[in-house]
């Protein structure tokens, strides 16, 4: 039975910044060029299947691997491949692109067709081949996470919190095609035998929240819950907690507790594929911060460079100091204008001067508030200091990888402490440690 809570463990209050909320998206013009990484998902980077100077369609499968965790990368344009190359992507990936002269045309791959999803297989099946990977910002394949096995979940979690500041691409999508949204969720509902399904969302959106109320007043496995807003809600692990009262197992996953958690995004992503057999290759993402005229929501294809999104919606150069992939919390920022949009992309953050805060970081001074507002019960502060200090063994001891990277903790922080960037370096120090070990 689930119970639904109202409040998560720790976190903090933020500033909404919701200022694009009520702009209309706005379909992204086809650029002249896109590259297109192999590496757009958590797992194995996939192989390029086309070569220099092929033509290739929109929905044509640009890569793929064999290995089980991963998705196909498809052409977002028609055109010509013009480079095949190696990458270095925003978050610091090493992968392999695909350059595409595009020609306008946007011609789609001749024979494409709505999927068979009669059965839960072909459905999964289906998923796969869709390219769908968590639109949420995780990346993590979507036909992985649906595949329950033997297991039936006790019902399906669809995230509409977007709890963090600026980011409004799901809250547009909710408003402007809501009716899909819920038509997706009734679809896996009935493909995956799941009995239930909660939609969250946080109570600053109200006029989505009455949106759906009304979408799904006709079928009672579909509930629409309203949270109070607090960040980091929107991250699974909290979301699940917040809904249900349970808590995901250390290195557990949300079906070992009886459900499924997707992004709202996904879920119309999802429909669409089964109605129309087009694969993912484009989505809405947010263009806000003081950096730009033009804010607002976009559909844009993956592929598409910062640079050529930064000057339609009328950057400067000059003022923009740092441009964030994501929002201000959790997201990453992009060391270069000429990297390309990938299906993680929900945001980009165009930060001037008075976006930000570049206080110095200094001494801790054991005030515990990053203790008190770590929604998963960890000890930023001492995790900090043997990450720095490289102490691999102590970091696992101290639980590390529970870290879910939300930033409340630096957010908090009287000192400015870079706790997150620590705790990734602490990350990616233990797992080294473990690969060498055996």
């Known amino acids: ?17 919701k200022g694009t909320s009520e702009i209309p998206t706005e379909k992204f013009p086809i650029p002249k060029l896109v590259e297109i990484p192999m590496q757009q998902h958590i797992g194995a980077c996939c192989e390029v299947l086309v070569n220099k100077g092929d033509y290739v369609y929109v929905g044509q499968v640009l890569g793929d691997t064999e290995k089980f965790v ?30 595409i002269e595009t020609d306008g045309n946007q011609n789609l ?11 839960k297989e072909k459905f999964l099946k289906a998923v ?44 547009r999508a909710i408003i402007e095609e809501g009716n899909e949204i819920v038509k997706g969720v009734k679809l896996i509902l009935e493909k995956l035998s799941i009995p239930k399904a909660y939609i969250a969302l946080e109570d600053n959106k109200p006029e989505a929240f009455n949106l759906l109320k009304e979408l799904v007043k006709q079928d009672a496995r579909i509930e629409v819950v309203m949270l109070a807003t607090k960040y980091p809600q929107g991250a699974e ?3 699940i907690y917040a809904l249900t009262g349970r808590e995901v197992p250390m290195n557990g996953l949300p079906i070992d507790i009886g459900v499924v958690v997707m992004n709202v995004t996904s ?46 919606c009328q950057g400067d150069y000059q003022k923009t100091l740092k441009v964030l992939c994501g929002g201000p919390m959790m997201g990453i920022t992009a ?18 001067q008075e976006d930000l805060d570049f206080i110095e970081e200094t001494a801790c001074i054991r005030c515990g508030r990053c203790i008190d507002a770590c929604p998963m019960g960890l000890m930023p502060l001492t995790l900090n200091k043997y990450a720095l200090a490289k102490m691999t063994e102590e970091l696992q001891k101290y639980n590390i990888m529970n870290c879910i990277e939300c930033g409340s903790c630096s957010y908090v922080c009287p000192a400015k402490r870079h706790l997150v960037q620590s705790f990734r370096l602490g990350k990616e120090l233990l797992k080294k440690a473990k690969v060498k070990n055996g």
């Open 70 to 99: 991963s998705a196909p990368i498809h052409s977002s344009v028609s055109g010509k491949v013009t480079q095949i190359k190696d990458i270095t992507l925003y978050n610091g990936a090493k992968s392999v692109s695909i350059v």
């Open 335 to 352: 060391e270069s204008y000429e990297s390309p949009m990938i299906k993680q992309n929900n945001a980009f953050l165009f930060m001037t």
């Open 109 to 119: 791959l001749p024979g494409i067709s709505k999927p068979d999803i009669a059965t």
């Open 237 to 239: 692990k909290m979301l």
């Open 267 to 312: 879920v119309l992503a999802l429909f669409k594929y089964c109605e129309t057999g087009i694969p993912l290759v484009s989505r809405r993402l947010t263009v806000d911060g003081s950096g730009v005229m033009e804010k607002g929501n976009y559909h844009v294809v993956f592929g598409t460079y910062i640079k050529d999104i930064f000057e339609y």
């Open 128 to 171: 796969r081949s869709s390219g769908l990977t968590g639109l949420g910002g995780a990346g993590f394949p979507a036909h992985i996470k649906l595949d329950t096995k033997e297991k039936i979940p006790e019902a399906l979690i669809v995230n509409a919190v977007e709890c963090e500041p600026y980011i409004t691409c799901d809250y």
């Open 1 to 17: 039975m689930i119970k639904k809570f109202k409040n998560i463990k720790g976190g903090v209050t933020l500033p909404h910044k």
